[in-house]
């Protein structure tokens, strides 16, 4: 549960500031950007996702790699239900 | 053995494995330990171990929550869901865990209503829409999970939501390190330090690691080139004669960790004055319970909780392999009575437990091997 899953923000909601739409491979899910009050991510922005909370904001090349290891660690699999299973705030 | 030309970037690889064999004096024998699950996970994945020079070794750390946690803990959080108005919320890793009388999902094969989340936020909205319901979170985790329940606590708090409560067993990873480096029977002369637990804490609460104990210690992402690349930085420290916290994983990890997180932990959760962890045993100021400003949403304060206290099985030699004394593989048990399928221990489990990471790796390794064994 260390691995965190990478996504891109494709959409921030007007009516809470906090929850944001994140693609992960093609999975969309709402999630809780919280923890990133100080520096809040804008639209199109990558951010590592640890149990649906955004912890941190991450560059598309680190994301688009950190996806790439978390294929051959065998967990995009796991990732991917995991994105899967999220039900939002 | 995996082939280099496998990874992404092999010649990278292959000149950092290069280095490291430059580096390490062939009349020492170096231990270093990897403090997180994630990164014992990474390196039977990847095979890393067989890159390095036989007389470098790797001790697996503390840092996997559901490894850590004493079964009694489980049994405690699991009397509460025998409570027929009680539902069980716990993240998957924690599903197979064995307890006294069965794993949460025995539990919920009996009847008791158990409910995978991937989120802490899932389980208070599994309490809103339960309201005749009481949904109690399961929490586990390092400094990384804290921030994510704390933050549901306050929404919980926010909105007024009588019918949600944490059971926390969050515990917190320096005073870990500590007990490991006070222990006698311990020798570690560096650290691969957690990647995401210090995006939370940043840096600096290694520093008396490097100051005070005299360990190098190098903060690590999770791709191989990172393992290798902060296994250089941990020789070069120690032919230096040098002590210090390195940042290897800048890209994820900021120096001052992240504000907000630490202030959400603040906000809801304070230390324990003392907390069991499996293999360590009691340590002072490693875990997180909930602030008497939260304890309508705190388990242990609405529910009667046993207190159990187990001892382990007495065959299985979890503590001994969560010290980094023993190997997995030294284990009696292990590959025979304790398999992934069916674990007695919870190393075996979680895919960050050390157990399990060295199953794997030697199935894919030699796949008789296992059986042998």
Known sequence: MCLAIPGKIVELLDEHRDIAVIDVLGVRRRIDLGLLSDDPPILGDWVLIHVGFAMSKISEVDALDQLRMLTELGEQQSALEEVQGLSGP | ?373
């Open chain 2, 1 to 373: 053995m995996r082939f280099v030309d496998e990874f992404r970037r092999p010649e990278l690889i292959t000149r950092t494995a290069e280095e490291i064999r430059r580096l390490a004096d062939p009349d020492h024998h170096f231990r270093f330990m990897e403090v997180c699950g994630g990164h014992t996970h990474a390196i039977y994945r990847f095979g890393l171990m067989d890159l390095l020079p036989p007389n470098i070794e790797l001790v697996h750390g503390p840092g996997c929550p559901v490894c850590v946690l004493p079964m009694g803990r489980i049994d405690d959080g699991l009397s509460i869901a025998e409570d027929p108005n009680v539902i069980f919320a716990a993240f998957g890793d924690m599903m197979r865990v064995p307890g006294t009388h069965g794993s949460p999902l025995e539990y919920k094969a009996r009847g008791m209503d158990v409910r995978i989340v991937y989120s802490p936020s899932d389980a208070l909205k599994l309490a809103r829409n339960n309201p005749d319901k009481h949904v109690m979170f399961f929490a586990i985790g390092f400094e990384t999970t804290a921030p994510s329940t704390a933050l549901t606590l306050m929404r919980a708090k926010a909105e007024g939501i009588p019918n949600f409560s944490v059971f926390s067993n969050h515990v917190t990873i320096i005073p870990a390190i500590r007990a490991i480096l006070d222990s006698p029977d311990m020798r570690i002369d560096a650290f691969i330090g957690p990647g995401h637990v210090s995006t939370v804490i940043g840096c600096r609460p290694y520093g008396w690691i490097a100051s005070d104990a005299g360990k190098p210690i190098a903060v690590s992402g999770f791709e191989p080139l990172d393992v290798l690349q902060s296994i250089v930085m941990l020789l070069r420290q120690l032919k230096g004669g040098k002590a210090i916290v390195e940042n290897n994983y800048k890209r994820v990890v900021p120096w001052e960790g992240n504000r907000a997180a630490l202030k959400a932990i603040g906000e809801v959760f304070e230390i324990r004055p003392y907390f069991e962890w499996r293999g360590l045993g009691f340590i002072s100021q490693s875990a997180l319970r909930l602030k008497d400003s939260y304890a309508q949403w705190d388990a242990e304060k609405r529910f009667a909780i046993p207190g159990i206290r187990v001892t382990d099985p007495k065959a299985a030699q979890c503590g001994e392999v969560l010290k980094g004394v023993l190997k997995p593989a030294q284990c009696k048990l292990f590959g025979k009575e304790c398999t992934p399928e069916h674990p007695i221990g919870a190393l075996m489990v979680s895919s960050e437990g050390s157990c399990a990471a060295y199953y794997s790796y030697q199935l894919r390794k030699a796949p008789e091997l296992v059986q042998m064994t």
